[in-house]
């Protein structure tokens, strides 16, 4: 259910849709299907199974007053209209959605100003329209974290189809790399990334704003090839089922790195901690997380990652010669829950 | 063939709209072809209530009213159901059509989309399509967590929870009693703030540490809910973002871009190493360490100290 791309098949949603489609369809006579489904957001084949739907309710099965809704296919008619169709009020959850978006795409920097000033007003109206419905969408809240000169020069290239140059902070090798890509869309999901093909690999990438440490709009065009586009519900960046595999296992303060890597599995332990099987087309740059564990974790296998932890360590240590050791040292306390 | 649910809804909403007057249960039965074939009175009076509870659930204000018999009779007034006026251009229109796209989560996604297609009902103007108006941007706001809906809906009603919660660093979870206030999503993950009653404070949970279900419990919330609720503070201070004092490393030339992105100052040392200041908080320690052998650590000592520390774990390993 959470994380796919979501259609309304549910029988509340659907009754929800027919309600506002009648009064639609009552400043429309002859409407055409595919314009209708288009503003409900629907397929045809749905709007199609409404229209089955709508002539076997009326206000009175017995009194025979059925709604008579027909359609050929193309059109739709409604013979016998009604003035129970009217638009219905905005209810709490609804108000409480849209509300909730609009304030989070509102605060995307980079964003354009017009947009976001056609935002702000239309979420003032829709506030004002929804009343008291509008006070539980204060119980949500979303911040999409993204940088704003970046975003603002991605989101121009690819209006103006444009090729762009990127210095590309890896975190896994700990360097930056110039690279030329060409924008094809921009994505927030949490962090903000942009989808490009990257000329440098010629070869589909995607990159997160916040680790783009310079940005040039170039001259030359922005030629992708052309690409399906990803359903980006799942992760944005999803191991093959070819890549080598890592095994690490962490104790109970080392949990979280099942929570921020994607794995293929992880074990309870007896003491409370995981035994994380993950893969990933670079182990060495799995390094980081062997260091950044410390005594909470370890890498069991391959051994060469664990070796070149432990060698990155000790080099670290000689520089440090001569500091005393101190007992286990636990940082600041931690106020989780 | 079973009736449809949708159909029978949709049914029992239009008779509700329809009515001038208050429909008792039995007017409703016989005027709907589902409740006449729900068989018995019991399992026609459960559907009924059920349905009643789903098109609150949408948004329709139905009134109980008892006549003059005492008989319960129900109606949807026109006045009470009759959306306000709104009046959107077409930008404003593209605006929310784009924010309407947003939710990755099943239940807001349907009731944004209802909410939009309500005020197309009304008359918004529908001819420009939100992607174009906006360029290339896809925001998305993902919802992995099973108990956001059960939360969600418990900061809506303002009921008191229960719930199975493992903090970060313990090994198992432990029942948490909380009067849920708000929620927020920070850096794709989900978080609840609320009153724990255990522990007669504020807390802050994400919600990927849930385990288990979300149960509801009876009563009212017995702590005050305050106006404004912080729970993005609280979670950049676990995330090390509230820093208040200043570190002093050294860095290997070239090394450690986010390092120097967050430096408050950059010195070359001019013999392969920069010397840099940066914002020191809660987590320090463990960045640091993974830049291995190109940082390290001169002041402060604790900082030092816990680095330290920290090599030696993985050098002995």
Redesign the interface.
Known sequence: ??????R?V????????????V??LK?RPGARVEDVA????ITEDELVSDLD??P????????GDL?DIDTDGERIWWHNP?D?A?????????????L???R??ST?PG??E??RQ??L??NA??E??A?E?AG?S????????SEGGVFADV?RA??ERRRLWIRY?S?AR???TEREID?????????TYVEAWCRRSEARRTFRLDRV?EIRILDEPSAPPEIELRD??EALVQPAAEDPEVVVEVG??G??VA?YYPHDSADELP???LRITLRTPDPASL?????????DG?IVSPPEL?DS??R?????????DG????G??G??A???? | MA?????R???L???L???RRPLSKRELR????AY?EAGSDDSFSRMFERDKD??R?????IETVENLDGEMGYLAR?D??????????A??????G???K??????????????????????MP?DVDPYE??????????????A??PL?LA??DRRPVVFD????????PEP?HVEP?????????WYLAGW?RDRGAE????L??ITGKVRSRSGQFTAEVPDVVT??E?VA??AGESADRSALIRLRS?????LR?KATAVRELGDGWDELEIPYG??L???L????????VLEPAEL???V????????K?
């Open positions: 259910m959470a994380g796919k791309p979501v309304p549910n029988a509340i949603d659907q009754t929800r849709r027919m309600l506002s489609l009064t639609y400043e288009r503003a409900f957001g739907v709508l076997m309710c009326g206000t009175s099965f017995r009194g709604l009604d129970v009217e638009p219905l009020r905005i209810a709490a959850d609804e108000a409480t959605a849209l909730v978006a609009a989070a795409v995307l964003l354009r017009s947009d056609a935002l007003r239309a109206k829709l004002a329209a009343g419905a539980a204060s119980r949500l809240s979303v911040t999409f974290e989101d690819i209006s902070y975190p700990d360097e930056l924008p094809i869309r921009l994505v927030s999901v949490g962090h440490a980006l519900s109970p303060g949990r979280w929570e003491d409370g901690g390094r980081r997380l062997a260091l950044r564990l410390g005594r370890r664990a932890a432990r990155a360590a000790r080099e670290a240590l000689a520089a440090y500091v005393e050791a101190q286990p040292h940082g600041p931690v106020h989780d829950g | 009736i449809a649910k949708a159909e809804l949709m049914n909403a239009l008779c709209l329809g009515t016989e005027s709907i072809e006449l789903d098109l659930e949408l948004g329709l204000v026109r009470s159901n009759r959306l306000p006026p709104v009046t959107l251009d930008e404003e229109a593209a605006a929310l784009l924010a309407a947003v939710w990755q989560q099943a239940r807001l996604a349907g009731a944004a989309s209802g909410a939009l297609q309500k005020l197309r009902a009304a008359g529908e108006a906006h360029g290339a941007l896809e925001p998305r706001i993902p919802v992995h967590e099973v956001f809906e969600m900061c809506r919660y493992r903090k970060a660093t313990a090994a198992h948490r206030w708000a929620l927020e999503c920070w850096r794709g993950h724990d807390r802050v949970f994400r990927s540490r729970v993005r609280t201070s676990w070239g090394s450690g871009y986010p992105a809660h987590g320690d463990a960045w360490v993974e830049f291995g052998p190109d940082v390290v030092r100290a816990d330290v520390d920290r090599l030696r774990a993985v050098a390993g």
